[in-house]
Every structure is written in structure tokens, then in C-alpha cells.
């Protein structure tokens, strides 16, 4: 299948004006999410200088990944999200879940 033969089918049922409140509420759990993970990295600053074992630290670093993975695709789910609900038509639509999906793809 290609781009051209893609129908894209946008519900309108998202108000306008929703848009940017939705990305500002997301945009702030994103800032507080990442906040929280500078936090744990501080932690394993600490966790290292300690001489804390090798297993308490990596499972420590498993979690500050994870949590940085969380983050990310909160931010790309509010990217998509915002695309879908204030695209002015089906092309913009897809150009931008496409683009989304590019950055999915390049970095997740």
C-alpha cells in the first residue's frame, strides 16, 4: 500500500480550543516526569560514590531508563494527539502522524 491509497478517517469531536490546554497539561507531565528522573540520576551519582553494588545500581539505572522511555512517548503520544485533533485536513493529518512515526522509528 502506498501513501497515496491511505485514507485517513478525523473525528471532529475534539473542540479547538482544546488544543493548546491539552498540550500545555501533557507538556508539564512530560517537565515533571523528566524532573523526577533527574532526581533518580542524582540518586545513582550518590548510589556510585557510595560504593552501593553493582546489581542496586543497575536496577536503579533500569528504572531512570524506563522512566525516560515513559517519557518519551508521552511526549510523542501528545504529539500525535495534537496532530489528529487540530489537523485542518486528512493530507496534514498523515503528514504528521508520518512524521511521528519517523521520530518513533529513529529514536525509540
Not at 14 to 30: I, K, L, N, W
Not at 89 to 96: A, D, I, N, P, Q
Amino acid at each position: 500500500m502506498n501513501d497515496s491509497s491511505v485514507k485517513l478517517s478525523v473525528r471532529r469531536s475534539v473542540a479547538p480550543a482544546s488544543g493548546p490546554v491539552y498540550r500545555t497539561e501533557h507538556q508539564r507531565d512530560v517537565i515533571n516526569r523528566l524532573k523526577r528522573i533527574e532526581g533518580q540520576v542524582r540518586g545513582l551519582i550518590d548510589m556510585v560514590e557510595d560504593g552501593r553494588s553493582c546489581e542496586d545500581v543497575a536496577q536503579q539505572m533500569a528504572a531512570a531508563r524506563k522512566a525516560m522511555d515513559k517519557a518519551f512517548y508521552r511526549m510523542m503520544a501528545t504529539s500525535v494527539m495534537e496532530a489528529v485533533s487540530s489537523s485542518e485536513s486528512e493530507v496534514h493529518t498523515f503528514r504528521e502522524v508520518e512524521r511521528s512515526t519517523r521520530i518513533l522509528e529513529k529514536y525509540a
